[in-house]
Every structure is written in C-alpha cells, then in structure tokens.
C-alpha cells in the first residue's frame, strides 16, 4: 500500500512539473487557426477579445505618436472593446523581427511576447519569408473594405497575400526655413549644386535609419527610373544606378554637416539641428511633421516642406500578428479599429500626415470630414502629394543599397 501511494505520489509530482515546464496555459478563445477566423462571424471574435490585454509591438522614435497611443487609442479601445492596449516600444522592427526567428528556432510556437507589430518593407519581406507571422488573414478584417487594391497587393515588391494589413500611409518630404532659404533645390540634382555652395548646411540621419535610407533611394531612383525598381530585383539594373548613387554621394561627404565625417543617428538628431539653424533642411516620411513641429514651437513658424519634381516616395505602413500570439482575437480586432475612419480621421487631427483611406470607399459624411482635416501651414496639398507620388522599390534594393552605403561611404 506504501509503495503504491510513494508511487501515486511521484506520479502527480512529474504531472505537475510537466505543466509548470510547458508554461501559461493557451486561452484557446483568444488563439485560432487563420482558417477558424476565416469561418467564422465578426461578433463572434469581438466577444473573444473581450476583456483582454494586446501587447502591441510599436515603433517609438516619436514622442507625439507614443503618448497618442498611450492615451487617446488606449482609452477608446478600452471604451469601445473592454481592450487593455500594452505598447511594447521598439527601437527599430527588425529587433521583434529577430526576436520571431529566435522563437520558432527554439521551437516557441506559443505565448509569444506580442500579440500584433508594425512592419513593412525588409522587415515583411524577411518575416513573412521565414514564416513567423500568423495569417493569411487580412481581407477577412471588416474595415479592409476601405483600402484600394494597390493598397493590400504588394509591400516593397513584396506580395503580401493578406498576411498583413494596411493603416497609414507616408511620403517623403523635406523642410526647409523660408527666412534661411528663398527657392529649395527642387531636383536631385539642384540639391548637389545647393549642397556645395552651401557647405556644412545639409546632412541626412546615417542608414539603416529608416529616413536616411529613403533619401538615399532618392538618389538611386534618380540614376535608375524609379519605375524599374518596383518589382523584382535585377542584378544589371541596381549594379549601375547604384555605382553612380554611391558616386554621389561621396562626391557630395566633403560639403555636408561636419565634412561628413559624422551623419545624425536619428530623425530626432537631424531635426534638432534644423530647429538650431546648424543645418537648412529637415526630412521626413510624415508630410506634415513640419505643421506639428511648429505647432509644438520646436521649428521655425517659417518653415515649409516641397518634395522633388520628379517625385518622392510614399507607402503604407502595414499591421501583422506574429505566428506565435498569445491574443491573436485582441490583435485582430485592435488592427481592425486602427483602420477605421474613426481612427483615421482622429488620427490626422491628433498627428496630421496623410489621410490613408480610399475616398471612394467612405460614406459621404466620412468623406466630408476627410476633406475637412486641417492641413498645417507647412503641410502640402494632397494633390500635390499625389501628382509627386513614387511607388517603393523592392525590399532588395533596400537591402543591398543600405549595405552597399554603410560599405563604400561610412567606412570608406
């Protein structure tokens, strides 16, 4: 009798270990096949997202946008869902990015330490290639409906195949003082000319920074067509444009901020030198961070943004759940709230840029407030934008260029 209870007894003591080893039990409300999602009803996933928490893995290079999300988003998801928002704050994508390949390395295919994250681009292209995100998913969202088709197809030449949602759009500009600078150089090549006629007056954020590696994409656009770089990767094509980008660019180092021996780390770096008068342009992919930069008394009342006549890049920011969520229901249906009108529209009044939604997929008084946004004093006119609007290049171009830069001017 003894040894069948010491028996007993060890039995329960190895089951309870095993479940303590194998962690948090999964909520099967709140984890689902893309498949059970596709099948079922809308209500039926607000009611599993009901009263739970999404970590939501948010790039945080802005203060603005950190407490907008902090406060204002938070508190109406917890109004509208009974949804408690947690923002992970991340440096740069590519950290959660690593950290999901790390994961399902390691064989962690649940209880995954975010629930939803902001991608796009090389991040989308690695992610999705590898096979950490959750999906596909994206055209069973309500709220998809008011994106075009050109919108959900393809992110940096990348297809997307619904495994990631659009929710805000940007395009490049740069800012300059009109009481420092009469006429901006309105060309790449009128930026050369201005640059060594003025020097120590320009310099852009170091790449991988994301700013900086869209100027320099500029620059590569310019000596390759813009056009061809916009699906598939060809070896002849970025081999050229890239040796005469490089060759600007060193041609352009002795001219910059501090001879080039230096570039800014950050966005923040470069505009802090701007509002000091060190340097005459700012950039930006958020069309109207001059407007909120003036209004917040940070830049010049004088300040005003242009954009290239040959154009300049745009995008659209894209929202995915990685393949190991704890809360696939909560992040589902926060991804959906981020794209509504609602949302939108609060958005651009509370952080400006550019309004991401299709007009031709609002109601009529949805677009009545569309149109009626404020558009800040260094904020250029949506058509203007549109009329100037170059599509991404292929994740691969970003890549290598990136690469290739770090290589042949940082290091040089």
Request: aromatic share 10%; charged share 25%.
């Amino acid at each position: 009798m003894n040894q069948l209870r010491s028996i007993l007894i060890l039995s329960l003591l190895l089951a309870s270990l095993a479940v303590s080893c194998a962690g948090p039990e999964i909520d099967a409300r709140l984890v689902f096949t893309p498949a059970q999602f596709a099948g079922a009803r809308w209500e039926e996933t607000l009611e599993r997202a009901r009263g739970t928490t999404v970590n939501y893995g948010m790039w945080a290079g802005d203060e603005a946008r950190n407490r907008y999300f902090q406060t204002g988003v938070a508190e109406t998801l917890k109004r509208k869902y009974d949804i408690t928002l947690h923002i992970t704050p991340l440096g740069d994508v590519v950290e959660i990015v690593n950290k999901l390949l790390n994961e399902k390395g390691a064989g962690k295919s649940t209880n995954g330490s975010v629930d939803m994250i902001w991608i796009n681009g090389e991040n989308f292209r690695t992610a999705k290639q590898a096979g950490v995100l959750w999906g596909p998913f994206a055209d069973h969202l309500p709220n998809i409906r008011h994106f075009d088709e050109a919108a959900r197809a393809r992110d940096f030449g990348t297809p997307i195949e619904n495994y990631e949602a659009p929710w805000q759009r940007a395009q490049f500009v740069l800012a300059y003082d009109t009481a420092r600078v009469a006429e901006p150089p309105r060309s790449v090549e009128a930026l050369r000319a201005f640059v060594k006629a003025h020097p120590g007056r320009f310099t852009y954020p170091a790449p991988p920074d994301f700013t900086g590696s869209v100027f320099i994409r500029h620059i590569l656009f310019h000596f390759g067509g813009a056009r061809a770089f916009q699906e598939g990767f060809d070896e002849e094509l970025y081999r050229k444009a890239s040796a005469a980008s490089i060759e600007f660019l060193n041609d352009l180092e002795p001219f910059l901020w501090r001879q080039g021996e230096t570039y800014p780390a950050t966005l923040t770096e470069l505009d802090r030198l701007f509002a000091n008068g060190e340097v005459d342009f700012a950039m930006s992919y958020g069309p109207s961070f001059a407007s909120e930069r003036i209004a917040r008394g940070e830049f010049p009342a004088t300040t005003r943004t242009f954009v290239f006549d040959e154009g300049t890049i745009g995008n659209y920011s894209f929202l995915a759940v990685p393949f190991n969520a704890s809360n696939v229901a909560g992040a589902l249906v926060v991804i959906n709230h981020l794209m509504s009108p609602e949302h939108a529209l609060d958005q651009s009044r509370t952080l400006g840029g550019v309004f991401p939604l299709a007009p031709d997929h609002l109601t009529a008084e949805e677009r009545r407030a569309a149109e009626a946004l404020p558009r800040g004093p260094a904020t250029l006119p949506a058509d203007e934008l549109a009329a100037h609007l170059l599509s991404e290049a292929d994740a691969r171009y970003l890549e290598r260029l990136e690469k290739d830069w770090l290589e042949k001017i940082l290091r040089r």
